[in-house]
């Protein structure tokens, strides 16, 4: 049973372009995550939902937009691509904020914008 | 801001021996985690050691702490080819129970 699923894994779009990425959790977890990391490896946080609300919205542009239809659910809406978003992002869910548990990782969506 | 930076960078050995990676941070924490990442694939979590823990051991896996230094190691012990990944560590700071990742060490274990 896949934990956290992410779909497509790899997406190559031309700039300019909208695209989404789709994650869902089967763990019951309340905190869901969307991490980017690029080509140095470096993973930045992007955004945090905790129960369908957003609670942590790091400096990124506003191009990228997070929807949580519910806690099981979190996708990724990008408009207006460019080269820079090239990147493996990854969504990740926890227990909860304040519990200290590991977090379980989806297996990347690999974008690139040509 | 980048909170825990792993160091080496790359690491490579033979299959049998230990392997170390280092981890050290700038603030206070909450806790520590160690994932793996391999290729193409996403993190898998490893352990998690709490800041008023030292030592953690999780089979051929132990992680240390120390807080007065704000370092943490693990230790891999008679290394696998399969262990051939790159680990990070994640900081949880103060209040934020955010964790925050260093770029990690590529380790390669040779058969």
Known sequence: ?114 | SQQGEEDPQALSIQEGENATMNCSYKTSINNLQWYRQNSGRGLVHLILIRSNEREKHSGRLRVTLDTSKKSSSLLITASRAADTASYFCATEAGGSYIPTFGRGTSLIVHP
């Open chain 1, 1 to 114: 049973d896949t934990a956290v699923s992410q779909t497509p894994k790899y997406l190559v779009t031309q700039m300019g372009n909208d695209k989404s990425i789709k994650c869902e959790q089967n763990l019951g977890h309340d905190t869901m995550y969307w991490y980017k990391q690029d080509s140095k490896k470096f993973l930045k946080i992007m955004f945090s939902y905790n129960n369908k609300e957003l609670i942590i919205n790091e400096t990124v542009p506003n191009r990228f937009s997070p929807k949580s239809p519910d806690k099981a659910h979190l996708n990724l809406h990008i408009n207006s691509l460019e080269l820079g978003d090239s990147a493996v992002y990854f969504c990740a869910s926890s227990q909860g904020l304040d519990r200290g548990y590991g977090y379980t990782f989806g297996s990347g969506t690999r974008l690139t914008v040509v």
